[in-house]
């Protein structure tokens, strides 16, 4: 049942109904004027069930309440090229409304919600809106904006689909620019070319909380921080406990379901699902910058991603503790990682504690934990406590030649030792030279082939001296063809000197 005016009768006119303004609910003709002259009383605005064609709606009135009766109150947005709520104001709430927009192309820039740096809004609350389109073909560029100034604004409890656009400045479900905002318990929806970042915060956005929400389909990535050039960094962010399914599908290499870019100091990822992603699982990347700090990655699932589980690029100073990293690399099996750490030949990634994740991928993952050589080498890395299982590229761990000790064992390895060929049954027997290598050091090899069985050994025989069994065991008449053979060797632990 609709509640009309007289049911806050009690309440002291407290509230405006937009139908005593002269609305249409029918939405056969424009109710602008009737919005705004409700909206213009001050008073909290209900708007029953129905549908009502509008134009932009300025909110200037600090602790105004635009409310309805869910998402039987639609406002459709009247005219392509128009915002339709604009705040201005501080403590504004919206709720328990449906907005459809009518945008059907990417040309215009307009979203359901905007704000500005001019005329900055604090403390609004968004609460159970709906925000979609007139029909499938339909939707608003974007959401919401939170602009820089715009502080501790809130977006619970919404739902968001049908976004026109994934190009550079559209489909997003909230850009932040602003502080202390938080964006929780939302579902955002997207198909392709319907969205670009379901959560996008950048230019020294910070202190904000992304938590609880579940996102689909968004091209790029679905949450996203990003700081670059003169910007100031974001600092101090949350990701926490979101569900991210199916993103990044149409995002460059670069692209993550999660991803922070360039300047960030002390983000938290924590507790989030991050599966199909078509491309990285969870990325941060200070390529360029030298202030990609204390990150700390914890207790995610990460899984189907098409490229790498989890990278960090020119990362300095942070952890990847207790997260579960599984079947990565979909895309082209047996060539990406799990979990990598890498430079970008400026700044090394450096000081980070990488303990207690589970990392697996028999079908289609290159390694389970993979350290990059390039310049300047990632160092100060403590490895502790993983569970780090052999992945379909037939190695758990590729250090490549990057100095590192794990769980309090000092690796190093001998690179390009070539074997082979070896005939079926037959055992081939050879030492190498590993400078360093002292007898009771743990030695593992592996092997590049076509695919044939192959048993390996290695212990060190003598200092600096490792010798090594190869056996082809493939049980039929095959012969192994010659390849590279790999030797990593894992000194003790001081206190066993």
């Known amino acids: 049942m609709s509640l009309t005016k007289a049911t806050y009768s009690m309440i002291s006119g407290a509230v405006a109904n937009v139908l005593d303004f002269g609305a249409d609910k029918t939405g056969a003709a424009s109710s602008t004027a009737a919005f705004t002259s409700a909206i213009a009383t001050g008073k909290s605005v209900f708007v029953p069930a129905g549908t009502y064609k509008s134009g932009v709606l300025n909110l200037t009135t600090q602790g105004q309440e635009i409310f309805g ?18 705040l201005k104001a501080d403590y504004i709430t919206v709720r328990d409304l449906r907005l459809n927009g009518i945008e059907s192309t990417a040309t215009n820039i307009i979203f359901a919600f905007f704000t500005d740096a001019a005329t900055p809004a604090k403390y609004a609350n968004i609460d159970t809106v709906l925000v979609s389109g007139s ?5 608003f560029n974007s959401a919401v904006k939170f602009d820089a100034d715009c502080d501790f604004n809130s ?9 026109y656009g994934s190009t550079s ?28 970042h379901a959560v996008y915060i950048t230019a020294g956005g910070s202190n904000n909380v992304v938590f609880a929400n579940y996102v689909s389909g968004y091209d790029h990535e679905a949450i996203t921080q990003y700081s670059d050039g003169i910007q100031p960094a974001c600092a101090r962010n949350i990701y926490a406990e979101n569900i991210v399914v199916g993103c990044a599908a149409a995002g460059s290499s670069s692209s993550a379901g999660i991803g922070l870019y360039g300047h960030t100091q002390d983000a938290l990822i924590a507790n989030n699902i991050v599966s199909n992603s078509g491309a990285k699982g969870i990325v941060v990347d200070g390529t360029g910058v030298t202030d990609a700090t204390r990150t700390v990655i914890s207790g995610n ?13 020119a990362g300095i100073g942070g952890s990847i503790v207790g997260n579960k990293v599984f079947e990565s690399s979909t895309a082209a099996i047996g060539t990406y990682s799990n979990i990598r750490l890498i430079s970008d030949n400026t ?30 080498t990632p160092a100060y890395l403590t ?17 490549s030649g990057v100095a590192c000790a794990i769980d309090g064992r000092y690796m190093f390895r001998a690179d390009s030792i070539g074997y082979g060929p070896i005939a079926n049954s037959a055992c081939a027997n050879a030492t190498y030279t590993v400078p360093g290598a002292v007898e009771g050091d743990l030695c593992v090899v592996s092997h590049t082939s076509s695919g044939t069985s192959v048993v390996m050994y290695a212990r060190v025989t003598a200092p600096d001296t490792v010798g090594v069994v190869v056996l082809n065991a493939s049980g039929v008449s095959n012969t192994i063809p010659s390849g590279t053979l790999r030797i990593d060797v894992w000194q003790r632990p001081p206190s066993f000197m």
């Open 155 to 163: 977006i619970t409890n919404c739902t968001v689909n049908r976004l």
């Open 347 to 376: 700044t090394g990634t450096i000081n980070f504690l990488v303990e207690g994740n589970n990392s697996s991928g028999i079908t289609s993952s290159r390694s389970a934990f993979q350290l990059n050589a390039s310049t300047p």
């Open 69 to 86: 009766e869910g998402a039987v109150s639609i406002i459709q947005q009247e005219t392509a090229g128009a915002h339709l709520f604009y």
């Open 301 to 313: 699932i990460v899984n189907y991603s098409a490229t790498i589980g989890i990278d960090i690029i």
């Open 169 to 196: 400045g559209r489909g997003y479900g909230v850009l932040c620019s602003g502080d202390g905002c938080y964006i929780a318990r939302n579902v955002f929806e997207s198909t392709s070319g319907r969205g670009r």
């Open 135 to 139: 029909a499938e073909g339909f939707g």
């Open 383 to 399: 490895v502790n406590a993983n569970k780090f299982d052999v992945c379909q590229g037939g190695v758990s761990v590729e250090l």
